[in-house]
């Protein structure tokens, strides 16, 4: 049993904000109460946690991860991903399926849904949406639905074809299940992972416009609309991608999306001072396309935060801009960058951000979700809300380091990370 005393629980679900202490037993909160004496239990194995001082809030839940396994382990793995996920607050990741082989099969899904199942934190797997990820043919989604296929997607690629496209969403619909969709028509990407506009000229680079994102975000909203399924937009990166969004959030469809930290974060100058640790698709753009972020996760129309997690190795890293692959490494770093670009200027409140981060995730895809409430699964992170610490690439618990926040100074210092009532991180 561990007993949690005199933290301060932010907890949306249940709209709790209040100094109370946390009684976990068998993998589950067994009360919250204003005052538990260590006396009063009668076990010889209790351990006391002291979090006076301390914020306690439900797990993360990241909706959007890559652990590379199988098929590109030297970036990462089930393992260290998930090692990465407990130092970072995150209890459960939802894996996307490119994989090599992708998850379109069963071999493949069942491989990552076991080993997940020895990592400590709760392991989810999507499947392809397309067999191969080549966007023609549909994969059996009534069958990997029943082996434990959390929702569908060929992120990292478009379905170009919408008939494609809109047989999935019509199954989807019928299975009760997400699918989430990368947004990028490649016509309109001439070099990827830079924002096409001022920098990409400065550095003579074809860049990614924002229109590659635009046109395939209104018309899988346009999809969403007529099919009724549940549709998530992927790391939403420009205004209009946003404005569209919430335009057909009006209209009913049954459309989310997510936001990343380094796109609510950084703009494309970033490029300039970070390099290839900047590389990402789609790209962070320009300020005016962060602020806009910003204003989606204020009023809902953005509905979740997500990481992205894309874990490079330091030699693809070193690359030059063009030959590089995107993505950073974020699964780390997410909380921390939520308080720093959210909470403290005053954009959001703390119980919002996990709301953003936990919550409305874990309700995307179904999942049985109680906040921190007597019988609900004991996934908690304790963690200094405004207390300081340094991102150092030696202290990442990823094989990965390609990140553009190492050596910035960030708030939330995580002290515990605990799931299923066992203690995953500790500080």
């Known amino acids: 049993m561990i007993l949690i005393k005199g ?22 909160i067994q009360s919250v109460s ?15 946690i ?13 909706a959007h991860v890559h652990f590379r396994d199988p098929g590109f382990t030297y970036k990462e793995d089930i393992i260290t991903g998930s090692a990465a996920a407990a130092r970072g607050g995150v209890t459960t990741v939802i894996l996307m399926a490119n994989t090599k082989p992708a998850v379109d099969n069963l071999e493949t899904l069942h491989y990552i849904l076991e080993k997940g199942k020895t990592t400590g934190i709760n392991v989810l797997q999507t499947a392809t949406v397309t067999k191969g990820m080549k966007g023609e043919e549909l994969v059996d989604m009534d069958l990997l639905a029943s082996e434990g296929a959390a929702g569908f997607t060929d992120d ?34 001439y070099q990827a992972g830079v924002n096409k506009g001022a920098v990409s000229e400065k550095l003579g680079y074809g860049g990614a416009d924002r229109i590659a994102e635009e046109i395939m975000t209104a018309r899988d909203a346009v999809l969403a609309l007529n099919t009724g399924a549940s549709l998530c937009i992927q790391h939403i990166s420009s205004k209009n991608s946003v404005d569209i969004v919430r335009s057909f959030q009006k209209m009913g469809a049954d459309i989310h999306a997510e936001a990343t930290p380094h796109h609510f974060t950084l703009t494309e100058e970033a490029v300039l001072k970070y390099g290839t640790n900047a590389r990402m698709n789609p790209p962070v753009r320009t300020e005016e396309d962060r602020l806009s972020i910003i204003e989606g996760l204020k009023d809902g129309t953005i509905d979740m935060i997500v990481t992205d997690h894309a874990p490079h190795s330091a030699e693809e890293k070193s690359r030059p801009l063009d030959k590089a692959p995107s993505g950073i ?13 959210l909470v403290q200027p005053g954009h959001i409140s703390l119980m919002k951000l996990i709301s953003l981060m936990s919550e409305n995730p874990a309700k995307f895809y179904h999942l049985d979700y109680k906040g921190i409430s007597a019988g ?14 340094i991102v150092r690439e030696e202290e990442f618990a990823s094989k990965a380091s390609n990140s553009p926040f190492i050596g910035w100074e960030l708030p939330g210092k995580i002290h515990y990370t605990i799931c299923n009532g066992n203690i995953v991180y500790s500080a």
């Open 7 to 28: 933290g301060h629980i932010v907890d949306p679900y249940t709209n709790t904000d209040k100094t109370a202490d946390i009684l976990i037993s068998d993998g589950k």
């Open 34 to 48: 204003d005052s538990l004496s260590p006396e009063e239990i009668n076990d010889n194995d209790l351990q006391v």
């Open 50 to 62: 002291d979090a006076s001082g301390l914020t306690i809030t439900p797990g993360l839940v990241d």
């Open 156 to 189: 990292g690629l478009p379905i170009m074809d919408e008939s494609v496209l809109y047989a999935a969403l019509k199954k989807a619909a019928e299975l009760n299940l997400p699918v989430a969709l990368h947004e990028e028509d490649p016509k309109f990407v």
């Open 329 to 341: 490494t974020g699964i780390e770093t997410s909380l921390a960058l939520g308080i720093k670009s």
């Open 376 to 389: 609900a699964a004991a996934d908690l992170i304790i963690f200094g809300e405004n207390e300081n610490w």
